[in-house]
């Protein structure tokens, strides 16, 4: 089979679509899917520069998720068959023609949503509810700030923050950005470019409730102060750096609480693990999906062999929600 292999660690260029070994059989509890496309998130970016390895015993291929067609089961597997279709969160292994995946992790793909599209949504979907919803507990009247809103996770953050009843607050880094975000249902639109996000946020309420974060350490601070009394602050990127001195004092003052997440080294199984966020999204999330009330924003589709535009335009300030890779005809 065909994969993108890393030819060092580097530039984009270091990614070749290249012939590596087949797959083995899937093993009790495992898919097999012949890949349709595979999402490009931040992740693979940092991984093709060497900085962001993937958890012991995952694939080095690049891919934190795919859709395709199951084409084998391992035993014990009995609610996934050959044939369906699906998308899937992976720890690794998304760029290639196959990957083998725990059937925990898989979900059906609904019936009128196109097989390549859906792979732009188990990471953002798994990464946006397990830490909106099962962490944070966003609800209905809150009012939550998101970071980086015009991203794959920004949009689809809003979607789902807006389908629960909260006010939506969003900061990027261009009018386009902002434009697409308030069709999406944000209604506080902070150009970070022009604006102080806190003294922006102020204007508009006593703080946020929620915090959903991509940067870091650059932030802390202010999103400390951005906090509204009993707000959380929930990190998911380090864009801005991983060290910074916090003001416990202003912390307290708010009686605020920061959470840090990663969601590729949560475990297969058991408490805080994929298998139970993938439940969750089958449970509430995929609704939404199947009636088109949450959609995947997709800014461009591009075949696997130019892995590298795709890694360029990921990285670009203009584009607008995912990026997604063409393996085989859907």
Known sequence: MYAVTLDGFGAPEVMKWAEVPDLPAPGPGEVLIDVVAA??????????????PPPPGASEVLGLECSGVIADVGAGVRDRKPGDRVC???????????VVVPATQVLPV??????????????????????????????AGQLLLIHGGGSGIGTHAIQVAVQLGARVAVTAGSAAKLERCAELGASILINYREQDFVEALRAESSGADIIFDNMGASYLTRNVDALAEDGRLVVIGMQGGIRAELNLAALL?????????????????????????????????????????????????????????????????ETVGKVILEVRGS
């Open 253 to 317: 003052a708010k009686r605020g609480t920061i959470h840090a997440t990663n969601l590729r080294r949560r475990p297969t199984t058991g408490r805080g693990s994929k298998a139970e966020i993938i439940t969750e999204l089958q449970r509430r999330l995929w609704p939404l999906i199947a009636d088109g009330t949450v959609a995947p924003i997709v800014h461009a589709e591009l075949p696997i062999t130019n892995a590298a535009e795709a890694h360029r335009l990921l990285d670009s300030s």
């Open 88 to 98: 899937a969160l992976l720890s690794g292994g998304g760029y290639a023609e196959r």
């Open 39 to 52: 999402g490009v998130n931040r992740a693979d970016l940092l991984q093709r520069q060497g900085m962001y």
């Open 110 to 139: 609904p019936e009128g949503l196109d097989l390549a599209v859906a792979a732009a949504l188990p990471e953002v979907a798994a990464t946006v509810w397990s830490n909106l919803v099962m962490t944070a507990g966003l609800h």
